[in-house]
């Protein structure tokens, strides 16, 4: 190595500082905080029956019915799921309710990434194919999920292959990767279209044919355009299997359990919230495991550039 | 022996949305075994298009480009050339090393003989201690070295190089000027080099091939009498020597009137 080398060397780039990452988490925590505290402040100064304007209800009922006090939510987390003997605690009930969906939604993600990314291959490869897909793909999203729940359902139980028969949560499953393969279809194909043309051209002066470019070139650079995509599909699923759980009526799942506390809330009204805050977590459970995919990934979202 | 590159009674005339536009006519050139020729020219005189066409990078509208006695699409697929361009154009998710070794590795080389040839080509680019930093870790001189070094990975005997140094500082031009005629010096292939910077050619080359815009053609080859390549060193540019070739190289570009510039020619 020459002196003058050494010159034109930068200085190793600056590494992503511990302190923002705390100040985002802290900031996140504020959040929710807030939220909780313009609850209570409505429940307290909203009018108790609410604000109606001719047939239109604008302002909610800020009765303990309506709108439970935050900390009777939370209190009741702790109590038993119901005043029978040996009744679980509310919260072990929503954990194991939730982990059921949270299998399902898992099940539903890989085959919504399988079958998404396959379709953006396929429109990657041939031009056709593209414009014949794309317009499907996105119209498949406009289809009212709760319409085809239960045919899902009832051709799935006259499914029988040998000794494998079909089981009511693959339907759900199913459901779950309708919504998921979605982001995976559409952010695949524009990231394996996103290779420089400078790239592509050195590729073919190396007589590289599809597959090798898909290889060294075309997934990788895929990578920062798949992190989000897969990250809005373990969302989407989760939203697929809570809605799917409740329109095929799936038992032991949180989407189960959101409809069957929503029609004891006139008796336990707090007991309402602890599916929906289940589902919230189940949701952030999702997009935080892929998250975590994407920090094995790291290498596949620096940038060329010079510094 | 046979011609590195052979270029026969080409036009390439591209069809865009306001009608055809004729890049090059009629464009003769040859290029021996080890020698090394710039194209120059203003902006629009077709010289990054007749090293395409060389590449197989674009097919020429007629005539012939033959390149080891094949033609230029059979080279391209037995890679006879190494390419770099005025990007470095490195995959910015592989380290140094990965990056050289890409062409390498697409030929299905052992891995062993790969990480050997990798690091003589490190060396020879003298990047030594960088094999395991990424592309943003460096800076834009040292990114073309690492393009140089992929470009010659496979021992090409023919290295095409499209305006490399365009982006880069007169310092560091300079520098990799030096190690440029030293590499090809080492390796003993020809280069076939696109440039605007009249000076650049005049250093680097055996012959300066003076193109003229609408339509591309080749106006005069100038051969350069400044000694071999290989023996050429800094001190050559204070030389007055240099200074009558720039100027021959300079009279060609201005059509023997010395007082218009060609647009888009740099004359420092």
């Known amino acids: 190595m020459t002196d003058a080398a050494t010159l034109l060397v930068p200085p190793r780039r600056r590494r992503a500082g511990r302190g923002a990452r705390l100040r985002a988490a802290v900031y996140g925590l504020l959040g929710v905080v807030a939220l909780a505290v313009v609850w209570e402040l409505y429940k307290w100064l909203?009018?108790?029956?609410?604000l109606v304007a001719g047939d239109v209800r604008i302002l909610p009922r800020t009765s303990d019915l309506a709108m439970p006090h935050v900390w009777d939510m939370i209190a009741r987390m702790f109590e038993p799921v119901t005043r029978a003997e040996g009744a679980r605690v509310l919260w072990l009930e929503i954990v194991l309710a939730a982990s059921l969906t949270l299998g399902i939604a898992a099940a539903g993600w890989v085959v919504g990434v399988v079958v998404g990314m396959a379709f953006a291959l396929i429109m990657q490869r041939w031009l056709i194919a593209e414009s014949a897909l794309l317009p499907w793909i996105v119209l498949s999203q406009t289809v009212p999920l709760i319409a085809f729940a239960p045919l899902v359902k009832s051709w799935g139980s006259r499914i029988e292959i040998g000794t494998f028969e079909w089981q009511d949560w693959m339907s759900v499953a199913v459901i779950a990767s309708y919504l998921a393969f979605f982001p995976v279809a559409v952010g695949a194909l524009?990231?394996?279209?996103?290779?420089?043309?400078?790239?592509?051209?050195?590729?073919?002066?190396?007589?590289a044919g599809w597959w090798p470019t898909l290889v060294h070139l075309r997934l990788p650079a895929a990578v920062p355009f798949l992190l989000p995509a897969l990250r809005l599909a373990a969302a989407n699923a989760v939203v697929g299997a809570v809605v799917a759980e409740v329109s095929t009526g799936l038992q032991g799942g949180i989407g189960r359990l959101v409809i069957q506390y929503?029609?004891?809330?006139?008796g336990d009204p707090a007991k309402a919230?602890?599916?929906?805050?289940?589902?919230?977590?189940?949701?952030?459970?999702a997009a935080g495991s892929v998250a975590l995919l994407g920090l094995l990934a790291k290498n596949y979202r620096r940038t060329e550039g010079a510094s | 022996m046979t011609n590195?590159?052979?270029?026969?009674?080409?036009?390439?005339?591209?069809?865009?949305?306001?009608?055809?536009?004729v890049a090059l006519t009629e464009v003769d050139l040859t290029v021996s075994p080890g020698e090394f020729v710039s194209l120059i020219g203003p902006?629009?005189?077709?010289?990054?298009?007749?090293?395409?066409?060389?590449?197989?990078?674009e097919t020429p509208t007629s005539g012939t480009v033959e390149v080891f006695g094949t033609s230029a699409h059979q080279a391209r697929l037995d890679q006879r050339y190494g390419i770099a361009f005025q990007q470095a154009g490195l995959l910015p998710w592989r380290t140094v090393a990965a990056n050289i070794a890409l062409p390498l590795e697409l030929t299905g080389m052992p891995k062993s003989a790969v990480a050997e040839r990798v690091e003589e080509l490190i060396a020879l680019v003298g990047l030594g201690d960088f094999g395991d930093r990424f592309p943003d870790q460096l800076s834009g001189g040292m990114q073309q070295r690492v393009a140089i070094a992929r470009a010659l990975a496979k021992k090409p005997e023919l290295l095409l190089m499209d305006e490399p140094f365009g982006a880069l500082d007169e310092m560091t031009r300079e520098y990799l000027q030096t190690e440029l005629l030293r590499i090809a010096a080492e390796t003993g292939a020809a280069v076939v080099f696109v440039t605007h910077s009249i000076p650049e050619a005049v250093y680097l080359s055996d012959r300066v091939v003076v193109m003229s815009p609408r339509p591309g053609r080749i106006a005069e080859v100038v051969p350069m009498s400044l000694g071999s390549t290989g023996s050429r060193a800094d001190d050559l540019r204070e030389a007055s020597t240099f200074f009558e070739m720039i100027t021959a190289v300079r009279e060609v570009l201005h059509g023997g009137s010395p007082a218009t510039t060609a647009r888009g020619v740099e004359n420092r």
């Open chain 1, 46 to 50: 909203g009018p108790v029956d609410g």
């Open chain 1, 190 to 207: 524009r990231g394996l279209q996103a290779p420089d043309r400078l790239h592509l051209e050195l590729l073919h002066t190396y007589s």
């Open chain 2, 43 to 57: 902006s629009g005189c077709g010289k990054s298009t007749l090293l395409r066409l060389i590449a197989d990078l």
């Open chain 1, 273 to 285: 919230w602890a599916p929906i805050f289940g589902a919230i977590a189940l949701g952030l459970i």
């Open chain 1, 262 to 266: 929503a029609g004891q809330a006139s």
């Open chain 2, 4 to 21: 590195a590159v052979t270029v026969t009674g080409v036009d390439k005339v591209f069809d865009t949305k306001a009608g055809q536009v």
